[in-house]
């Protein structure tokens, strides 16, 4: 067995992994910093569209949310320092900051949910006092819907940003790569306890490397590679299988930033934004899942080009399919960020952020590494690791949250039970069906994607009732 001797290791080359060596690397020369690059499950941040989108990113449940305001706050710092630090950036020729702006979309292909959240991003626009407009859609570059899918609102935000995620990855590493105090090991390892205290870590064949501190920035992965012992204390991870597909020839179809609409059904949009030299990224699917998935079904890269074609562009039926990605969000039980150290001293977590992990990475390494080198408390105490359960939406509402996202998934596939005067007896359907689902959890309070989606039954299923009864019990 072969032992070796670091300061700090990081668990996962994804945007919250680079960014916590690169500022480890820039704050603390000193300090040597290993990084395992080795992935279980793809990085989410690898396969996004990479929207900078402290605003846009807006529900209607989520501005509800206990926190939200410190969330928002948080990711628009995150903003400013990305525009910094990537001002003129490129990789192998191509600009990191792929466009500018965004333009939201509220269109006939839709549900009241589509206009719930339009109207939260206003409201949040607003709110914080953001620049935006509300233009015509005629105005928007690469904006020519089908007439079925007409626009009737669209807002402009011109201080986010998109980013092409493959010249960051590249970007960052060979950023690291200048630093001396910086290793990048490409293998995946686990975190190596001993009687609740830490060693380091180990890969599958046997070797160790030690350390003071250890931060998991794994994603989805992230909670099941913790030591057991700890595991239960930590909201379980379910995965968001998103996909997306990269298509060929953006610069004939005349787009130039992001074109979005707001979070649709379980909590994701169409958005189509330019990436590479010339081509345009189109996302983003959001299935959620009892185990994480590493490919996209046909299904839903048919669905993705329809929905591009018909409410984006219709030109884009002609382009050509450069690329298909597919990964998995990490979504907390309890949908607030996993990050801070662990009850094991010096086992840190850096995960759970959802959609948000590459807008926040830059503002959430900065607070971790104040926190490792001074001791001084940075991160809102409500995304400590270990944290008892905090879901208390009353049970009606969640269940009438969850079929309101239903009938959007029936909205979203042009599928309009109200056709054949069915829109009631679906509703119902899906009420009876959403009961049922939580009457199964055994009096425990649930969010959607779980009441929707996960079963007790399954593996993830005991894990989260392993995780509320063992609070219960505390």
């Not at 792929?98 to 339009?118: A, P």
């Not at 990048?184 to 046997?206: N, Y």
């Not at 350390?211 to 909201?235: K, T, W």
């Not at 899906?430 to 779980?450: C, I, K, L, S």
Request: hydrophobic share 45%; charged share 20%.
């Amino acid at each position: 067995m072969t032992t070796r001797t670091t300061d700090v290791i990081v668990l996962g080359d994804g945007a919250l992994g680079l960014a916590l060596a690169d500022t480890l690397a820039t704050q603390a020369p000193d300090l040597s910093v290993t990084v395992f690059a080795g992935r279980i499950f793809p990085a989410a941040s690898r396969a996004a569209g990479a929207m900078i989108a402290p605003w846009s990113e807006t529900t209607a449940r989520g501005r509800e949310r206990l926190g939200h305001q410190v969330h928002v706050q948080w990711a628009t710092r995150a903003r400013k320092r990305w525009v910094d630090a990537l001002e003129d950036a490129r990789f192998n020729d191509v600009p990191v900051i792929s466009g500018r702006g965004s333009f939201v979309v509220r269109n006939t292909v839709s549900h009241q949910l589509e206009d719930l959240n339009f109207h939260a991003i206003q409201s949040e626009l607003n709110q914080n006092q953001v620049a935006y407009e509300t233009v015509d859609a005629s105005d928007v570059p690469g904006l020519a819907p089908s007439p079925l899918a007409r626009p009737h609102g669209v807002l402009h935000i011109p201080d986010e940003l998109t980013l092409d995620t493959t010249a960051l990855h590249g970007w960052s590493l060979e950023r690291l790569g200048r630093f001396p105090n910086v290793t990048v090991v490409p293998r995946a390892a686990r975190p190596l306890v001993r009687e609740d205290q830490l060693i380091g870590v180990e890969t599958s064949d046997g070797e160790v490397t030690t350390a003071a501190h250890v931060v998991i920035a794994a994603g989805v992965a992230s909670r099941q590679i913790l030591p057991p012992s700890i595991r239960n204390l930590i909201p379980p991870l379910l995965p968001g299988a998103g996909g997306a597909i990269v298509l060929e020839g953006r610069r004939a179809r005349g787009v130039r930033s992001c074109i979005r609409t707001p979070n649709r059904a379980f909590a994701c949009g169409l958005h189509v934004l330019p990436t590479g030299q010339d081509h345009l990224y189109v996302g983003a699917t959001n299935n959620v899942l009892s185990e994480p998935w590493v490919r996209l079904s046909m299904s839903d890269v048919e669905f993705l080009a329809r929905c591009a074609r018909t409410q984006i562009n219709t030109q884009l039926a002609a382009s050509g399919i450069a690329e298909v990605r597919a990964a998995n969000r990490p979504i907390p039980f309890d949908l607030l960020p996993i990050v801070g150290m662990t009850p094991i001293e010096g086992l840190w977590l850096m995960t759970g952020t959802y959609r948000d992990g590459l807008t926040m990475a830059p503002e959430l390494a900065d607070a971790i590494v104040v926190e490792i080198l001074h001791g001084t408390p940075a991160l809102p105490p409500a995304w400590t690791p270990a944290r008892s359960p905090s879901i208390t939406t009353p049970r009606s509402e969640t269940v009438e949250d969850t079929v309101m996202h239903h009938l959007a998934v029936l909205a979203e596939h042009e599928l309009d039970p109200g056709v054949a005067g069915l829109h009631g007896q679906m509703a119902e359907f899906f009420r009876r069906d959403t009961e049922d689902a939580y009457d199964a959890w055994g009096g425990h309070a649930v969010p959607p994607e779980v009441l929707a989606f996960i079963s007790p039954a399954t593996e993830l299923g005991r894990e989260i009732l392993s995780y509320l009864d063992g609070w219960a019990d505390r």
